[in-house]
Nanobody
Framework: QVHLEESGGGLVQPGGSLVLACTASGFSRRSFDDYSLAWFRQVPGKEREGVIC???????IYTESAKGRFTFSSDNAKNTLFLQMNKLNPEDTGMYYC??????????????????WGQGTQVTVSS
């Protein structure tokens, strides 16, 4: 059973930065490298949306909300992915989730492409 756990959320002022982390476990005989990984977010009153999706081939897809401000990285030795968020604004407030799917996923950076999800970590951007 794949388990994902996010951390690093919190309160930040507009213009500030945060780094979210997601630690994965429970891959059984498969390794972290066999999975496509992603970050999503859900703001109040809206559907969950993709932020950054990294396909199994390693090609990242940055959605409009992330371009120029957010960066994806990972430490495969620690089964951990990161989301560096800069220049945060109040519209970035929401619950942030990491997601994983075995094999090649993320072409559309859509929720339905992923079966494994973390519980989320809250990000609040406010002065």
């Amino acid at each position: 059973q794949v388990h994902l756990e996010e951390s690093g959320g919190g309160l930040v002022q507009p213009g500030g930065s945060l780094v979210l982390a997601c630690t994965a476990s429970g891959f059984s005989r498969r390794s972290f490298d066999d999975y496509s990984l992603a970050w999503f977010r859900q703001v109040p009153g809206k559907e969950r949306e993709g932020v950054i999706c990294v396909r199994w081939s390693g090609s990242p897809i940055y959605t409009e909300s992330a371009k120029g401000r957010f960066t994806f990285s990972s430490d495969n030795a620690k089964n951990t992915l990161f989301l560096q968020m800069n220049k945060l604004n109040p519209e970035d407030t929401g619950m942030y989730y990491c997601a994983a799917e075995r094999g090649d996923a993320g072409l559309s950076c859509a929720v339905e492409e992923y079966r494994h999800w973390g519980q989320g970590t809250q990000v609040t951007v406010s002065s």
